[in-house]
């Protein structure tokens, strides 16, 4: 199975960029689609952004289109997420996961990492 670490996160101001990054072994990353997912205090872990094995197609939530940008190195086993103009709602802690299908948000499986926060301040 893949296992991820989640690294990058950190305080930022409103409209500021971040980049996360998530750093897998242990399994097939280079043959499987990734995704990014976030939990907001208070509320349930949500579907962010996702990209099928090769890095060819890319599936984005609506309240990140347009802002993040979802990419992967796979010679190594990184998964990044560009996050432009953060907006205080974009506050969560962030989660990297290994999917079944890019296009199916709750086709994760294997191993959740500790996530990585991200604070956006106004």
Known sequence: Q??????GGGVVQAGASLRLSCAASGGTFETS???WFRQAPGKEREFV????WIGEHTYYAD???GRFNISRDNAK????????????EDTAVYYCAALYNY??????F??????TQVPVSS
């Open 33 to 35: 689609d990734m995704g």
């Open 2 to 7: 893949v296992l991820v670490a989640e690294s």
């Open 110 to 115: 294997g191993t959740w990492g500790q996530g």
């Open 49 to 52: 952004a996702s990209i099928n």
């Open 103 to 108: 296009t199916d948000v709750h086709s994760d």
């Open 77 to 88: 086993n990184q998964l990044y997420l560009q996050m432009n103009t953060l907006k205080r």
């Open 63 to 65: 309240s990140v289109k």
